[in-house]
């Protein structure tokens, strides 16, 4: 029997050191910009605010990473792409927002950069399948 994925909390002190440990300077230049950016633009009532850092736990192919806004109010999100629009806690906006982000930079022509979003972006799908908005989550980013 597989053993889930767990989420875990980064404290805040180690918020930075971790998001280094696994992006590097990816993270300033391009990953966390591109997520604040898909809040934005998917979810007309998201302002802004402080975000949970979270990483997940090791299943052999390394350790994932997702943050999500730090509110207990749905969002109300509208993927022109595909057509979809619903509600989503903020864990499952920012599962979202990471996934989409994740996808976009994993056809960078940076080959380093490629394959490090695509291993994030496995990494939290995996994930993503055991959350209880897996269908939401998924509609969003299909």
Known sequence: MDTPIQRIAVPDHRRMATVHQLFGLP???YVEPLIFHLADSLAPDYAGGL???YTLTDTGEGTGFY???EVDTPFHVVCVGNHWEGMLSADAL????CLM???QLSFSKNSALSSLMAQHYHRLRAYMFDHPEVRAILRATD
């Open 94 to 97: 920012g599962i979202v927002c």
């Open 67 to 69: 943050m999500a806004p």
């Open 51 to 53: 975000w949970t850092f």
């Open 101 to 103: 982000a994740y996808s």
């Open 27 to 29: 993270w300033p230049l």
